[in-house]
């Protein structure tokens, strides 16, 4: 069920295996891990070496590995902290923290807080939107790397939200047609029906109403 999620995922470097070449689809990451996770997806891979240093949590220190992604994951709204100054960054992440995540990275702080905010108003637009397609997860239990995965992977062609009104006291926000796949990775999707076999010659891909030539 998550066959696809950890292909497509593996391929743009977002989630990657050990070093045997095994994804562990049934353990777990840590909150440093699910941060790193979230930036390269909003394309800031490049970007959070610049920002590796000081973080404005006393567990992570500047020289952290994770450095650089948690202070752009904090920049971007898309983590806050255990709101004692603390982001536990060794802790393993919960089912409903690695959607918080993913929501607010998306744009949908704004919504999120008008159904109810942290947990709830979260994982009401993970489900609205798509997020949470199948998955299974229990608020309050570590997300499994296969669990993660899908999340990550429903989330690359979500309509992202931006506030779309800059006036005192009449903010609003909007889905926009911006993705994390097209808009902060790049890539275009295609999806082809292959009308002829390696036997024949040449080869031909009908995409997007255009014969290829293979």
């Not at 909003?42 to 992604?69: I, N, P």
């Not at 902290?81 to 607010?104: C, L, N, R, S």
Request: proline fraction near 3%; hydrophobic fraction near 35%; charged fraction near 20%.
């Amino acid at each position: 069920s998550y066959a696809e999620s950890v292909s497509v995922l593996s391929s743009l470097g977002l989630m990657i295996g050990d070093e045997q070449g095994n994804f562990n689809p049934d353990k777990t990451i840590t909150r440093a891990e699910a941060a790193t996770i979230i930036v390269r997806a909003k394309g800031l891979e490049d970007a959070a070496a610049g920002a590796k240093g000081a973080t404005q949590f006393t567990d992570v220190a500047a020289d952290h590995w994770a450095s650089g992604y948690i202070n752009l994951a904090c920049q971007n709204g898309i983590v806050a902290g255990y709101g004692d100054g603390t982001f536990g960054p060794e802790d393993e992440v919960t089912y409903e923290q690695i959607t918080k995540m993913i929501v607010a990275a998306l744009g949908y702080t704004p919504m999120a807080n008008k159904q109810g905010g942290y947990p709830t108003g979260y994982l009401v637009i993970a489900s609205q939107k798509g997020i949470a397609k199948g998955t299974n997860g229990q608020s309050g239990e570590p997300a499994p790397r296969a669990t993660v995965a899908r999340l990550l992977y429903n989330s690359l062609t979500v309509n992202m939200m931006e506030q779309t009104v800059y006036s005192v006291g009449a903010e609003e926000y909007g889905e926009v047609d911006k993705t994390l796949l097209y808009d902060y990775l790049d890539i275009d999707v295609y999806e082809g029906i292959v009308t002829a076999t390696y036997a024949t010659t040449p080869n031909t891909v009908d995409v997007n109403n255009k014969t290829i030539t293979i």
